[in-house]
Nanobody, 116 residues
Framework: QVQLVESGGGLVQPGGSLTLSCAAS????????MIWYRQAPGNERELVAS????????NYADSVRGRFAVSRDNAKNIVYLQMTELKPEDTGVYLC?????????WGQGTQVTVSS
């Protein structure tokens, strides 16, 4: 069965950095784009970054472009989100998603809190 497991969240001060990971299993990882979302309390889920199946193409929300970088390791079935220059407004639960030919799947998320 398809599983997406995020990790790497935590509490960080403004200006700090974190790298999130999403470990995937149960599907052909190198065949599908992967997408990171985040959701803050009271807000709608927001697309943060996406990466094509080969890793050649990436896209970012305007709010994170230049600060976040998405990458993937198709040999390890992991997608990463490197986050730098973190701001309090980056606080939220970060989730990864894949839409395969059968269905879309979400991880359970990892909490990121940016606070002094």
């Amino acid at each position: 069965q398809v599983q997406l497991v995020e990790s790497g969240g935590g509490l960080v001060q403004p200006g700090g950095s974190l790298t999130l990971s999403c470990a995937a299993s149960g599907f052909r990882f190198d065949a599908y784009a992967m997408i990171w979302y985040r959701q803050a309390p009271g807000n709608e889920r927001e697309l943060v970054a996406s990466i094509s199946n080969t890793g050649d193409t990436t896209n970012y929300a305007d709010s994170v472009r230049g600060r976040f970088a998405v990458s993937r390791d198709n040999a390890k079935n992991i997608v990463y989100l490197q986050m730098t220059e973190l701001k309090p407004e980056d606080t939220g639960v970060y989730l990864c998603r894949v839409a395969t030919t059968r269905a879309e799947y979400w991880g359970q998320g990892t909490q990121v809190t940016v606070s002094s």
